[in-house]
Nanobody
Framework: QVQLVESGGGLVQAGGSLRLSCAAA????????MGWFRQAPGKQREWVAS???????MYEDSVKGRFTISRDNAKNAVYLQMNSLKPEDTAVYYC??????????WGQGTQVTVSS
């Protein structure tokens, strides 16, 4: 059974917006901090943003002010609103636990491509 399913990626021009969604199994989501991560071509996966069960958020410096992470505890879902997209945001985006280095099996991710 798939535990994490990302969606909402696509091809957009620089300056555009996308909203990513992550559907998580209740056992993973409930009471836990969740995060978004991304992996660009030729680079390692990196942390982008996280949100605690109580709604406190943190962001990587390069996306701060442009991206907003949110969660719906009733739906076991986490979202990433991405505005003012830049070509350097191009990557496969994944969601997962954001509890130190603790992760469950990664989902397939969703591709975000930003053209100049």
């Amino acid at each position: 059974q798939v535990q994490l399913v990302e969606s909402g990626g696509g091809l957009v021009q620089a300056g555009g917006s996308l909203r990513l969604s992550c559907a998580a199994a209740r056992s993973i989501f409930s009471g836990n901090a969740m995060g978004w991560f991304r992996q660009a071509p030729g680079k390692q996966r990196e942390w982008v943003a996280s949100i605690t069960s109580g709604g406190r958020t943190m962001y990587e410096d390069s996306v701060k002010g442009r991206f907003t992470i949110s969660r719906d505890n009733a739906k076991n879902a986490v979202y990433l609103q991405m505005n003012s997209l830049k070509p350097e945001d191009t990557a496969v985006y994944y969601c997962n636990l954001a509890l130190g280095t603790l992760r469950v099996t990664w989902g397939q991710g969703t591709q975000v491509t930003v053209s100049s």
